[in-house]
T-cell receptor, first 114, second 114 residues
Framework: GENVEQHPSTLSVQEGDSAVIKCTYS??????FPWYKQELGKGPQLIID?????GEKKDQRIAVTLNKTAKHFSLHITETQPEDSAVYFC?????????????FGKGTHLIIQP | DTAVSQTPKYLVTQMGNDKSIKCEQN?????MYWYKQDSKKFLKIMFS???????INETVPNRFSPKSPDKAHLNLHINSLELGDSAVYFC?????????????FGPGTRLTVL
């Protein structure tokens, strides 16, 4: 089955700086890669996703890049703000058809220092 | 206007008891999921239901049984609860589209087994 590795487990950045979280996946048939943000006591919330036919996607301060050859994808957050502090999860799915569950990475605790 | 809702939010019970967690989505999705998040925040797929059929069962003990009375509901029944079942359980839903459907998560149910 799919295995997703995520690094780093904790990331502390100064407010206004950029943050980058990296993930690798094992199943070359995976074709959908979402990123979720989880705040304390809440459910995961989708912030951006990318499909395997696209190399990069951007939404305001958030961008995701995908390298299918290397089986690697990354989340980039620019101009970080205190409200960006949360746990971020990458995930992969798609090799099994339309109703796949997501395979998650172990999460990155992002801390924005004021 | 809650998209995916779960009840209860907190559940404290004794070992050996039987309990249920309810999930409802008002998004018109045809696929629903249950995920378990352990104490280390690791999220793992347990089940998915598409048109009332079980699609995935990721080596979950048969003490856990999902039940879907209709497309908008997927309840989780747990028999003979064990200490290791303590976790946060998340329900999610999506359209069953090929190529990786976007999954929307509920707020979670924190289960504590004493």
């Amino acid at each position: 089955g799919e295995n997703v590795e995520q690094h780093p487990s904790t990331l502390s950045v100064q407010e206004g700086d950029s943050a980058v979280i990296k993930c690798t996946y094992s199943d070359s048939a995976s074709n959908y890669f979402p990123w979720y943000k989880q705040e304390l006591g809440k459910g995961p919330q989708l912030i951006i996703d990318i499909r395997s036919n696209v190399g990069e996607k951007k939404d305001q301060r958030i961008a995701v890049t995908l390298n299918k050859t290397a089986k690697h994808f990354s989340l980039h957050i620019t101009e970080t703000q205190p409200e960006d502090s949360a746990v971020y999860f990458c995930a992969a799915s798609g090799s099994g058809g339309g109703a796949d569950g997501l395979t998650f990475g172990k999460g990155t605790h992002l801390i924005i220092q004021p | 206007d809650t998209a995916v809702s779960q009840t209860p939010k907190y559940l404290v019970t004794q070992m050996g008891n039987d309990k249920s967690i309810k999930c409802e989505q008002n998004l018109g999705h045809d696929t629903m999921y249950w995920y378990k998040q352990d104490s280390k925040k690791f999220l793992k797929i347990m089940f998915s239901y598409n048109n009332k059929e079980l699609i995935i069962n990721e080596t979950v003990p048969n003490r856990f049984s999902p039940k879907s009375p209709d497309k908008a509901h997927l309840n989780l029944h747990i028999n003979s609860l064990e200490l290791g079942d303590s976790a946060v359980y998340f329900c999610a839903s999506s359209h069953g589209l090929a190529g990786g459907p976007t999954q929307y998560f509920g707020p979670g149910t924190r289960l504590t087994v004493l």
